[in-house]
């Protein structure tokens, strides 16, 4: 039985990288989506299903480090950045901010297959390893294989950070975590003051399971919190 196709999102703007991004994977079942700027790229990778992020790290009006830092929010996918830049902190930063791999221009295309290669194979694993569990704290269940959370037999909808953060929560039921170790795992070490942020998206999650199930609000009270 033949592999499914593996979907690529390509976010890049210079003509010969993407000529050669197109050679290079186009012929071996990786079927390929592609974006021109930074803004059109976390849009495509927030609305589509993607097995792996390609993105150029030389566009032009981006900050490197923050687009890379949003997709890695938004998306749960893996990510290879791109960059003409090749010294051991510019690497760092890169994958600090939430990168799975960093591959220095120019690069062969052999190098490039092997690489992506890998990141397909590590999403195999994972997705075999992930594909039965399931998550139980009281009424709540998640069901991370396909990304489902219900409270008692209703299913409750979420945005990427919602359940990002309900999964921290989840994984950590009974442990008291604070402001900062929530921030700075949901949203980055540079937010890990970003307390309003935490706010909102804690009254959200409250909001949304109170409404099936008001009486069982059962990991996401202010009791799992410290105040630090």
């Known amino acids: 039985m033949?592999?499914?196709?593996?979907?690529?999102?390509?976010?890049?703007d210079e003509l010969r990288v993407l000529r050669f991004l197109r050679a290079a994977l186009a012929h071996h079942e990786y079927r390929l989506e592609e974006a021109t700027t930074g803004a059109d790229g976390l849009l495509k990778a927030a609305m589509h299903k993607h097995d792996l992020v390609l993105i150029d790290l030389d566009l032009?009006?981006?900050?490197?480090?923050e687009i890379t830092h949003q997709l890695h929010i938004?998306?749960?996918?893996?990510?290879?950045?791109?960059?003409?830049?090749?010294q051991e902190e510019d690497k760092i930063a890169v994958l600090d901010a939430g990168a799975d791999d960093y591959l220095a221009k120019p690069f062969g295309m052999g190098e490039l297959l092997a690489r992506v290669?890998?990141?397909?194979?590590?999403?195999?694993?994972?997705?075999?390893?992930?594909k039965n569990l399931?998550?139980?704290?009281?009424d709540l269940r998640m069901e991370p294989a396909q990304r489902m959370v219900w409270v008692g037999e209703r299913?409750?909808?979420l945005t990427p950070i919602e359940y990002k953060l309900l999964t921290i929560l989840v994984q950590h039921?009974?442990?008291?975590?604070?402001?900062?170790?929530?921030?700075?795992t949901v949203w980055g070490p540079d937010y890990a003051q970003a307390k309003h942020y935490l706010r909102v998206y804690m009254g959200m999650l409250r909001r949304k399971q109170k409404k099936i199930?008001?009486?069982?609000?059962?990991?996401?009270?202010?009791r799992r919190l410290a105040t630090g």
Not at 117 to 130: C, E, G, K, L, V
Request: hydrophobic share 45%; aromatic share 4%.
């Open 2 to 12: 033949t592999n499914p196709p593996f979907n690529l999102l390509v976010i890049a």
């Open 134 to 138: 399931v998550f139980h704290v009281g």
């Open 173 to 184: 039921a009974g442990v008291v975590l604070t402001h900062g170790q929530l921030l700075s």
């Open 74 to 86: 938004w998306t749960h996918t893996p990510l290879i950045a791109l960059s003409i830049r090749g």
């Open 213 to 222: 199930q008001p009486a069982r609000a059962i990991c996401i009270q202010n």
């Open 155 to 157: 299913r409750i909808h």
């Open 60 to 65: 032009p009006h981006i900050d490197r480090l």
């Open 117 to 130: 290669r890998a990141a397909r194979s590590r999403t195999i694993r994972t997705a075999n390893a992930t």
